[in-house]
């Protein structure tokens, strides 16, 4: 309990650093184009993929999408690197996964990584395709 505790007063700090954007959509403070694999890729094509991407300087998953880019699942990085080459992303992913809609506050984002203990949450448009990412460290500037 006290690791929660402890935890989620560290990320409730951190977005409060800046309340002058805690009602600001939060998708204006999101990573735009994050590095999409797919649910049915194996383990080798997605390390290809990330291979030939920008990644963030901290990165903890990568999103899952299904053939129509909705997202389906978030992969852990620790989960991707210690696979099997042939194992496939789909049997890798956490779900269900906490997408925030587009319109939703800094505030909003905060609140909700907080209470489920993330550190970066998508949103994701009606149809279920992803808008982008928001992280805890962009959400501050």
Do not use: W
């Not at 990320?11 to 800046?18: K, Q, S, T």
């Not at 587009?102 to 949450?121: K, Y």
């Amino acid at each position: 309990m006290g690791e929660l505790t402890t935890f989620t007063a560290r990320v409730r700090y951190l977005c409060a650093v800046e309340l002058s954007h805690a009602h600001e959509r939060a998708l204006q403070h999101a990573r735009p184009q994050p590095v999409l694999l797919r649910h049915d890729q194996t383990v080798a094509a997605a390390l290809e993929v990330i291979r030939t991407c920008m990644l963030p300087d901290r990165m903890l998953y990568f999103c899952a999408v299904d053939e129509n880019e909705r997202l389906v699942g978030v992969v852990p990085v620790r989960a991707l690197l210690g696979a099997p080459r042939e194992a496939l992303i789909g049997a890798l992913m956490a779900k269900p996964v906490l997408a925030l809609p587009p319109s939703a506050a800094v505030l909003q984002a905060c609140e909700s990584m907080a209470t489920h203990r993330l550190l970066d949450a998508p949103p994701v448009h009606a149809d279920g395709t992803l808008a982008g990412v928001v992280d805890m460290t962009l959400l501050g500037s």
